[in-house]
């Protein structure tokens, strides 16, 4: 399993970045993904979930109506967008695929994205 | 939300000794499928974090079998039968039973 993430950088508060996560080595459509951050110096916190299908989509209540999940099955390849960024939104962004266990687990992660948001 | 609380937060341990690591949930993690659905994470210097332990007691692929998980309901604990020095880090556990999926505030593990 390979994921490879991109997107990352300073942006100014109230700013909009998207993130990219590009999967292979596995059966892409197979399995649900999502992406999970970590500020600098604390701990993990989980921001979105997307299923195989693309169908369902959930969030943390920090980043709802803020932060869009999406993927492209063709592509091999998972989003986030992310508008009206805030200072708190500064971290590690890691895409992560599912386990598909029946619970949610994270089987494999990316080597992360750095998201600075800083005016 | 279900809340995890990890304990202790800071773990000094000698090589070769075991070492333990408690986790709580606010709610029950037992599936009515019989399964926890209780994760445990270590995140090594330097390194993206990598799944140790999944529905509570299964190891993930490649984990050493010195780590396992036990627990069930609310109460769950990471045992190491015996610390290597690569296994310094922070280990996090983390509930995959609902959203929003949720993480203990993770214990560092040090070697003495």
């Known amino acids: 399993v390979q994921l490879v993430e991109s997107g990352g950088g300073v942006v100014r508060p109230g700013g909009s970045l998207r993130l990219s996560c590009a999967a292979s080595e596995f059966q892409f459509d197979d399995y649900a993904m999502h992406w999970v951050r970590q500020v600098p110096g604390k701990g993990l916190e989980w921001v979105s979930l997307?299923?195989?299908?693309?169908?369902?989509?959930y969030y943390s209540d920090s980043v709802k109506g803020r932060f869009t999940i999406s993927r492209d099955n063709r592509k091999n390849s998972l989003y986030l967008q992310m508008n009206s960024l805030r200072s708190e939104d500064t971290a590690f962004y890691y895409c992560?695929?599912?386990?598909?266990?029946?619970?949610?687990?994270?089987?494999?992660w990316g080597q992360g994205t750095l998201v600075t948001v800083s005016s | 939300d279900i809340v995890m609380t990890q304990s202790p937060l800071s773990l000094p341990v000698t090589p070769g000794e075991p070492a333990s690591i408690s986790c709580r949930s606010s709610q029950s993690l037992l599936h009515s499928n019989g399964y926890n659905y209780l994760d445990w994470y270590l995140r090594k210097p330097g390194q993206s974090p990598h799944l140790l332990i999944y529905l509570g007691s299964r190891r993930a692929s490649g984990v050493p079998d010195r780590f396992s998980g036990s627990g069930s309901g609310t109460d769950f604990t990471l045992k190491i039968s015996r610390v290597e020095a690569e296994d310094v880090g922070i280990y996090y556990c983390m509930q995959g039973l609902q959203t929003p999926i949720t993480f203990g505030q993770g214990t560092r593990l040090e070697i003495k």
């Open positions: 997307i299923s195989g299908d693309g169908d369902k989509t």
């Open positions: 992560a695929k599912d386990i598909d266990s029946g619970s949610y687990s994270f089987e494999s």
